[in-house]
């Protein structure tokens, strides 16, 4: 009770002194701090809430070294100055000037100690001494330390801080803060149920968990007031987290449709199911990689653009492996597309080889263009730019996908074949150069979907392997022959996993999706839009 | 009636077979256990459980062969059921441990009591008892087959829909026996094995009788298939497979015939699974990798599908292969193995193709090497076991292009050699494709 009364008493002498003129301050000062190295834990509590109020900007540093032990008395002069371990002597320095003080060994000096207690104080005391400092970032962490502690003894500062406050954001922290430490004094009713609403209104997983722990302590008039608040920012919760898992499973979808699109293409077409095509992937994250490499090493300053360079790249190069395929492999496997599955299952063993014996079975460091990195929110959601940027390359290759189906010559005989191939090779289109085409361009789309995975994932040889499974799931699910129908089946997966990722987990949520597109086929054989056709099935 | 089954069903090829697998069975063991040491003739200790497990292999490839080379079903899940045998046989093998286990804990395995189970779970229970064991080392794996044959071929999923979903299945079954509460010890699966009916699973003379008994079940399960396919039903697999429409159409449940063809396909998988697990002394979740499933496949084509004897030869050949590469570093042997396969591809599809191989298994060493000079200044071959992905690869591209009926079909059409028109013959289209408006195709037996 003393040590309470001891440190109102020391709260309101420090509030008085601290418009005393800046000289007489500055006098003072040394010999304040030199109080901190004298008497037990109250005295130097006492000294420190003195300190505190001088609102000096030395004090900071001073209190965080004593916090972390690095705080020393000098037993001979009695001073007390910040030491630093230099081999077997501490050098020491003074905390007021910051000049060399000489060095000293152990059994010279008396460290300050400080109990838990004190510890927390020190804390509450230097994020009060930041609430004013001119820096916005510190006075948001001051502001956030504050929340943390809610030491009713800072309610003064912090209301003449807030005053002063423009910022929004800091803003609203210092007035969660407020409502805190108000619900936690002493304060009427009146004024604290205006303190639930505040908090309620916040209605992050903070203010939840601040009222949840207000909720024991709290009068019994008040304590429904507290629950409905609870309760609120529960619901709120709720839907940011929905909307969240929604983000996440949009997110999902746009990497399964990079990954499925190409798959589906060649599917589609040539009725042959291509397993090196997330070794397409691979190469094309590969891609990325070298001509990062090739930036960095001839044009730094490019180094923002890489993925402008890399895109068309990897768009090229893949087609042209693809073409190479094609061109001996699998089109003397035609009519036989189990053949083909062995075949290209070979080839990616082969390649995740190649790509081990020229890089080393180690990840490759792909880094981002800075514009791809960090985050930002809205509302309660937090979306990353890469994943943004993700989301809108899928759409653009779909986009520009769907143009070339629909739109262009090659698109048109693509059509034709994948509808009638003996007809459309009667009609004179040349079905092995269009064969040809569409798997280069399929696995070209492989290629720039490997250019946006780098991002993401680790680029390693078995960068293809992790995405196959899935990318047949979408092309099964979604049906051959119609983009559409890999754009819904990559949603409905990605968006389905993400959901079901919170109740079950994600293995078990994976799982779950497996079994259901297993049950799914047996519906629709065909996926859900299936090209309809009145030839009879081999 | 039965009797009628099995001598129709032991043609020439099934007798000679049969016959060959039984003195395996029985001079295995004899080498390794009454033939001294130091005799060249003697087979070492490390060797028997390794043939064990290259004729269950065997058995796999011919179970596969079943639905893929009779029945036109190319399942990408086979290894799932094999798994799930060697599984029924691994919780058999763990509940006789007993109080031997690290925890000694008398009726809980060693991984509950790390993951602090109170008390078996009740899927676990039986599995004390060989009988129960035993039997469901048939049950789950035909069950499963069952279940999702069932559905499959109801609703008419076939082709590629079918094998990737057959790929879905075995990858669902990997990521949840991964799982440390499925109650199958997760990641590390179940070993540590101690006791078979028994008798000490390590034993020189236990590894013998399981050896004699992965042949007579090999040989059991080329009875069981010989008589399949030898038999009316046999008939209609293979109708089915060439053009399953019009089998359908002539009246026959297609369906049931795959379903039938499917689940027993699936127990012969299991009991190659089954006597596989205490050969090798563990079976973890990686079994169910899509990629083993795969590689089956691939013993079978190699092999020759559609053929009793083309799968157990391309299962032995390719995993003997598998072993002189992994395992050993003679370049010799692997040369050789190289050099042989070129033959065959050269004897079968001419000495273009065989020479392309060549050149294919020359270019990779001489452009690795040629890598290594670039980089560091000094010629390097590449180590064996890092060309094995490649030697797999290969065996993948080239078997499906030049060698689409095995190794058995290369016997075969020495036997044709002289009626080349025959051949010529078949290979113009169907008049199914016809009608479907498929381009004529090189091999219309898919």
């Given at each position: 009770m003393t040590n309470r009364i001891l440190r109102l008493i020391a709260v309101l002498f420090a509030l008085a002194l601290s418009p005393l003129?800046?000289?007489?301050?500055?006098?003072?000062?040394?010999?304040?701090?030199?109080?901190?190295?004298?008497?037990?834990?109250?005295?130097?509590?006492?000294?420190?809430?003195?300190?505190?109020?001088?609102?000096?900007?030395?004090?900071?540093?001073?209190?965080?070294?004593?916090?972390?032990?690095?705080?020393?008395?000098?037993?001979?002069?009695?001073?007390?100055?910040?030491?630093?371990?230099?081999?077997?002597?501490?050098?020491?320095?003074?905390?007021?000037?910051?000049?060399?003080?000489?060095?000293?060994?152990?059994?010279?000096?008396?460290?300050?100690?400080?109990?838990?207690?004190?510890?927390?104080?020190?804390?509450?005391?230097?994020?009060?001494?930041?609430?004013?400092?001119p820096d916005s970032a510190s006075r948001l962490s001051a502001a956030q330390s504050i929340l943390k502690n809610a030491d009713p003894a800072m309610l003064p500062l912090l209301d003449s801080a807030l005053a002063a406050e423009t910022d929004p954001k800091i803003k609203s922290t210092m007035d969660l803060a407020r409502a805190v430490i108000v619900l936690k004094s002493d304060a009427v009713l009146d004024d604290k149920r205006a303190a639930v609403d505040t908090i309620a209104a916040h209605g992050d997983q903070a203010a939840q968990t601040v009222l949840v722990n207000a909720l024991a302590a709290a009068p019994d008039e008040l304590k429904?007031?507290?629950?409905?608040?609870?309760?609120?920012?529960?619901?709120?919760?709720?839907?940011?987290?929905?909307?969240?898992?929604?983000?996440?499973?949009?997110?999902?979808?746009?990497?399964?449709?990079?990954?499925?699109?190409?798959?589906?293409?060649?599917?589609?077409?040539?009725?042959?199911?291509?397993?090196?095509?997330?070794?397409?992937?691979?190469?094309?994250?590969?891609?990325?990689?070298?001509?990062?490499?090739?930036?960095?090493?001839?044009?730094?300053?490019?180094?923002?653009?890489?993925?402008?360079?890399?895109?068309?790249?990897?768009?090229?190069?893949?087609?042209?492996?693809?073409?190479?395929?094609?061109?001996?492999?699998?089109?003397?496997?035609?009519?036989?597309?189990?053949?083909?599955?062995?075949?290209?299952?070979?080839?990616?063993?082969?390649?995740?080889?190649?790509?081990?014996?020229?890089?080393?079975?180690?990840?490759?460091?792909?880094?981002?263009?800075?514009?791809?990195?960090?985050?930002?929110?809205?509302?309660?959601?937090?979306?990353?730019?890469?994943?943004?940027?993700?989301?809108?390359?899928?759409?653009?290759?779909?986009?520009?996908?769907?143009?070339?189906?629909?739109?262009?010559?090659?698109?048109?005989?693509?059509?034709?074949?994948?509808?009638?191939?003996?007809?459309?090779?009667?009609?004179?289109?040349?079905?092995?150069?269009?064969?040809?085409?569409?798997?280069?361009?399929?696995?070209?789309?492989?290629?720039?979907?490997?250019?946006a995975l780098s991002q993401i994932d680790n680029v390693s040889p078995n960068l293809g392997q992790g995405y196959i499974i899935d990318s047949f799931m979408v092309v099964v699910f979604g049906g051959v022959g119609n983009l559409w129908g890999t754009l819904i089946g990559a949603l409905m997966l990605g968006v389905g996993n993400k959901l079901l990722e919170p109740q079950f987990g994600a293995v078990l949520g994976k799982i779950i999706i497996l079994v259901l597109i297993i049950l799914f086929i047996q519906w629709r054989p065909r996926g859900l839009f299936a090209l309809k056709g009145r030839s009879i099935e081999q | 009636m039965i009797t009628q089954l099995i001598l129709r069903a032991l043609d020439k090829k099934a007798i000679w077979l049969v016959a060959v697998l039984a003195v395996i069975a029985i001079g295995v063991p004899?080498?390794?256990?009454?033939?001294?040491?130091?005799?060249?003739?003697?087979?070492?200790?490390?060797?028997?459980?390794?043939?064990?497990?290259?004729?269950?292999?065997?058995?796999?490839?011919?179970?596969?062969?079943?639905?893929?080379?009779?029945c036109g079903i190319l399942s990408l899940g086979h290894a799932a059921f094999f798994a799930l045998g060697a599984y029924a046989m691994g919780m058999y093998l763990m509940r006789q441990i007993g109080a031997r286990g690290v925890y000694a804990n008398p009726t809980l395995p060693d991984f509950m009591v790390f993951l602090n189970y109170k008390e078996l779970p009740w899927f676990w229970n039986g599995f004390d008892m060989w009988w129960f064991a035993f039997a469901m080392v048939l049950i789950v794996p035909g069950l499963l087959a069952f279940v999702f044959g069932f559905l499959a071929f109801r609703s008419r999923v076939t082709g590629v829909y079918l094998s990737i979903i057959t790929q879905a299945m075995t990858y669902a079954l990997l990521l949840a026996f991964f799982r440390n509460d499925l109650g199958f010890g997760g990641n590390n699966g179940l070993t540590d094995f101690k006791d078979i009916l028994g008798v000490n699973v390590q034993a020189a003379t236990t590894r013998a009788a399981l050896f004699a008994a992965s042949a007579f079940a090999l040989a059991l399960a080329v009875v069981i298939c010989s008589a399949i396919v030898n038999s009316k039903l046999g008939k209609v697999m293979v109708a089915v497979r060439d053009a399953e429409s019009r089998t359908r159409f002539l009246g026959y449940r297609v369906d049931n015939v795959k379903l039938f063809a499917f689940v027993v396909s699936a127990v012969l998988a299991g009991i190659a699974g089954a006597l596989y697990a205490p050969q090798v002394g563990i079976i973890n979740p990686s079994e169910f990798e899509p990629g083993n499933s795969i590689e089956v496949v691939i013993w079978t084509a190699v092999g020759g599908r559609g053929t009793i004897v083309g799968p157990i030869i391309g299962a032995i050949v390719v995993n003997l292969t598998k072993s002189i590469f992994t395992s050993g570093s003679s370049y010799i042997a692997a040369g050789l193995v190289i050099l042989?396969?070129?033959?065959?591809?050269?004897?079968?599809?001419?000495?273009?193709?065989?020479?392309?191989?060549?050149?294919?298994?020359?270019?990779?060493?001489?452009?690795?090497?040629?890598?290594?000079?670039?980089?560091?200044?000094?010629?390097?071959?590449?180590?064996?076991?890092?060309?094995?992905?490649?030697?797999?690869?290969?065996?993948?591209?080239?078997t499906t292009l030049f060698l689409p009926k095995g190794i058995v079909g290369l016997i075969a059409q020495w036997r044709t050699m002289?009626?080349?028109?025959?051949?010529?013959?078949?290979?113009?289209p169907s008049p199914a494709d016809v009608e479907a408006g498929v381009d004529p195709q090189p091999n219309p037996a898919e």
């Open positions: 003129p800046a000289l007489a301050q500055a006098n003072d000062f040394a010999v304040m701090v030199q109080a901190l190295g004298q008497g037990g834990f109250p005295d130097r509590e006492a000294a420190m809430n003195a300190l505190v109020a001088t609102g000096d900007e030395r004090v900071p540093p001073i209190l965080q070294a004593m916090s972390d032990g690095t705080l020393y008395l000098r037993k001979s002069d009695q001073r007390v100055l910040f030491a630093a371990k230099s081999g077997s002597e501490f050098k020491l320095t003074d905390p007021v000037d910051g000049s060399d003080a000489g060095t000293a060994v152990s059994a010279d000096i008396e460290k300050i100690k400080v109990n838990n207690g004190l510890r927390g104080k020190i804390r509450t005391a230097i994020g009060t001494m930041t609430l004013l400092s429904p007031v507290i629950q409905t608040g609870i309760d609120a920012i529960g619901r709120n919760l709720q839907l940011w987290q929905v909307a969240q898992n929604l983000l996440y499973g949009v997110s999902l979808s746009s990497v399964l449709l990079l990954a499925a699109i190409g798959l589906s293409i060649t599917f589609g077409v040539m009725g042959i199911i291509n397993m090196a095509h997330g070794e397409m992937v691979m190469l094309g994250a590969y891609t990325t990689f070298v001509v990062q490499e090739l930036i960095r090493n001839f044009a730094p300053g490019l180094m923002d653009y890489s993925l402008a360079f890399a895109v068309p790249a990897a768009f090229l190069f893949t087609a042209l492996v693809g073409i190479a395929i094609e061109r001996g492999i699998i089109r003397w496997l035609y009519g036989r597309p189990l053949e083909t599955l062995l075949a290209t299952w070979g080839l990616s063993l082969a390649l995740q080889q190649v790509v081990r014996t020229l890089f080393g079975p180690t990840n490759q460091m792909v880094s981002p263009p800075s514009w791809m990195t960090g985050a930002f929110d809205v509302g309660g959601l937090s979306i990353t730019w890469n994943r943004l940027w993700i989301v809108v390359f899928a759409i653009a290759v779909f986009a520009i996908l769907q143009l070339v189906l629909n739109r262009t010559a090659l698109g048109l005989q693509m059509r034709a074949v994948t509808q009638n191939r003996r007809m459309a090779s009667s009609m004179g289109i040349r079905t092995p150069f269009v064969d040809a085409m569409t798997f280069g361009l399929g696995s070209g789309v492989a290629g720039m979907a490997g250019v | 004899v080498l390794n256990l009454v033939v001294p040491e130091g005799n060249p003739l003697h087979i070492p200790n490390y060797a028997v459980p390794l043939f064990g497990k290259y004729l269950n292999y065997a058995m796999l490839a011919l179970a596969l062969d079943l639905v893929w080379g009779y042989i396969f070129s033959g065959i591809v050269a004897v079968a599809s001419g000495w273009t193709k065989g020479l392309i191989v060549i050149a294919a298994s020359i270019a990779i060493p001489v452009l690795y090497g040629l890598y290594q000079l670039a980089l560091y200044g000094s010629f390097k071959l590449p180590a064996l076991s890092d060309v094995w992905l490649y030697a797999l690869g290969g065996l993948f591209i080239f002289t009626t080349k028109r025959e051949q010529h013959d078949r290979n113009a």
